[in-house]
């Protein structure tokens, strides 16, 4: 892949592993670190090119990748200490594609670009099976003609790109999404428990779903593999997802749009995280949502 001198990914944790290995597949010169070595021997032993230290990998790096678990870790790992972007290239990119919060993008984005630093966010959506293939949606925020400059890295990596408009964009719309989703998910275990206690198949319900107004990518996708055989075991933590419930919400907040559903549903899912292990799948929300006490209401 010509045009890049060298492409430093930082994180190769579920998602980043596959990722950086699409790009290193595809000729792209990317230098991978992560602080966990298991993850470093993984990409090195699919070919890759692993650095010992996050400043070696970035230094001198037109490209800097990011895969963390949120925008706290990002802002860290720039620009804590001695910042690692003073080891990239002039006018160097650092494209963000971990989840974190769209206004703490922007922010980030200014204190970079005062170092000559250009930032996109581009968060995912497709889970682990489409970062191995390559298929996953990637929603990219910042100016056009620097997306157009790393368009190929983001193409080698997803299939469908979306360009949503000023930077932090990107975060707004995976928080959002997540939260269309968790919302999707919430509604389709309850539906299925309610079901059950009635008698009704679980499996049929599914399949009645899919072919009914009821039908969301939970139904599709997550009930049959996850949920109904209760192995809870789709690679995403139910972590992860209150996290971006609570951004989708406190954007909401910051915008002063009311949102009481997203209210709602962030606390169920907060509270499923304090009650769960912190290695709990987000499909263990099924498991919560059948123990949880019935909140007291009165009938009319």
Not at 43 to 48: E, L, S, V, Y
């Amino acid at each position: 892949m010509r045009g890049y001198k060298r492409i430093a990914f930082l994180g190769l944790g579920k998602m980043g592993l596959p990722m950086a290995r699409r790009l290193h597949e595809a000729g792209a010169p990317v230098v991978g670190f992560d602080p966990v070595e298991p993850t470093r021997l993984a990409f090195a032993a699919a070919g890759g090119a692993v650095a010992s230290t996050a400043r070696e990998a970035v230094s001198g790096a037109d490209v800097l990748i990011t895969m963390l678990p949120n925008g706290k870790a990002v802002r860290a790992a720039l620009l804590r200490g001695e910042p690692l972007v003073v080891h990239c290239a002039a006018n160097a990119i650092v494209i963000d594609m971990s989840s974190s919060a769209p206004v703490g993008t922007r922010e980030l984005a200014d204190e970079l670009a005062g170092r000559g630093v250009h930032l996109l966010d581009a968060p995912v959506s497709g889970g682990v099976k489409r970062a191995l293939d390559g298929s996953l949606a990637i929603m990219v925020g910042g100016p056009p003609e620097v997306i157009a400059k790393v368009r190929p890295l983001l193409e080698t990596m997803g299939k469908s790109i979306f360009e949503t408009g000023a930077v932090g964009s990107g975060h707004a719309m995976k928080a959002l999404n997540n939260y269309v989703s968790a919302a999707g998910l919430t509604a389709a275990c309850e539906a299925l428990q309610i079901g059950e206690k009635f008698g009704l198949d679980p499996v049929m319900m599914t399949d009645i779903l899919n072919a009914s107004t009821g039908r969301n990518n939970s139904t599709e996708v997550k009930l049959k593999p996850f949920v109904i055989p209760k192995n809870y075991a789709s690679g995403f933590s139910l972590a992860l997802m209150a996290k971006d419930l609570r951004t989708a919400d406190d954007l909401a907040m910051h915008l002063d749009v009311p949102a009481p559903f997203s209210q709602a549903l962030i606390e169920i899912w907060e509270q499923a995280a304090d009650a769960l292990s912190a290695a709990a799948d987000h499909m263990a929300i099924d498991a919560y949502l059948a123990t949880a006490a019935r909140p007291h209401r009165r009938r009319r």
